[in-house]
């Protein structure tokens, strides 16, 4: 188990082997996953569903994981200690995802406008792209 089971202890929460597979799984996948993708690569014995959410939810009130929305009816779920930022962008054909890493990025005008008109000052944020995979592409093109 990596830091983010040490830090769960440090919490006060014993890193259990279902945490520490939610976190392990979690820390080797490059794109966010859904419970149901989780459950799958779990190791034998498997966990029933019903633990799975209720150790996800735990582990995003302790901000060790964060959960994605992607506009699809199941939310993802991500390593908030990661310390690589990423972006996502969704096919909205065949809802293949990619992340990557923006070279730069920033949002300060876009904060600016935020702190202006709604008084927030911004510390986070969370981007998401939709449109045309290559191979989508390839396929309507080649019409
Ligand atoms: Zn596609
Ligand atoms: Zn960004």
Same mark, same amino acid.
């Not at 830091?3 to 945490?19: F, H, M, W």
């Not at 080797?28 to 633990?51: G, K, N, V, W, Y």
């Not at 065949?94 to 904060?111: K, M, N, T, V, Y």
């Given at each position: 188990? *990596?830091?983010?089971?040490?830090?769960?202890?440090?919490?006060?929460?014993?890193?259990? &082997? *279902? &945490?520490?597979? /939610?976190?392990? /799984?979690?820390? $080797?996948?490059?794109?966010?996953?859904?419970? #149901?993708? /989780?459950?799958? &690569?779990?190791?034998?014995?498997?966990?029933?569903?019903?633990?799975?959410?209720?150790?996800?939810?735990?582990? @995003?009130?302790?901000?060790? @994981?964060?959960?994605?929305?992607?506009?699809?009816?199941? #939310?993802?779920?991500?390593?908030?200690?990661?310390?690589?930022? &990423?972006?996502?962008?969704?096919?909205?054909?065949?809802?293949? /995802?990619?992340?990557?890493?923006? #070279?730069?990025?920033?949002?300060?005008?876009?904060?600016?406008?935020?702190? *202006?008109?709604?008084?927030?000052?911004?510390?986070?944020?969370?981007?998401?792209?939709?449109?045309?995979?290559?191979?989508?592409?390839?396929? $309507?093109?080649?019409?």
């Amino acid at each position: 188990m *990596g830091p983010p089971a040490e830090a769960l202890r440090k919490l006060g929460y014993p890193a259990t &082997r *279902g &945490r520490g597979e /939610i976190l392990r /799984i979690l820390s $080797e996948s490059p794109l966010p996953l859904s419970p #149901r993708e /989780i459950l799958d &690569r779990f190791p034998a014995p498997r966990p029933d569903a019903s633990t799975v959410y209720r150790n996800l939810s735990l582990l @995003v009130s302790l901000g060790l @994981v964060r959960s994605v929305a992607l506009h699809e009816r199941s #939310r993802r779920y991500e390593l908030a200690t990661d310390g690589s930022h &990423r972006h996502r962008v969704v096919c909205r054909r065949c809802g293949r /995802i990619d992340s990557f890493q923006p #070279r730069r990025c920033d949002l300060s005008r876009l904060e600016a406008d935020i702190r *202006g008109t709604l008084g927030y000052d911004v510390k986070e944020h969370s981007l998401e792209f939709f449109g045309a995979c290559p191979k989508c592409r390839a396929t $309507e093109e080649g019409r």
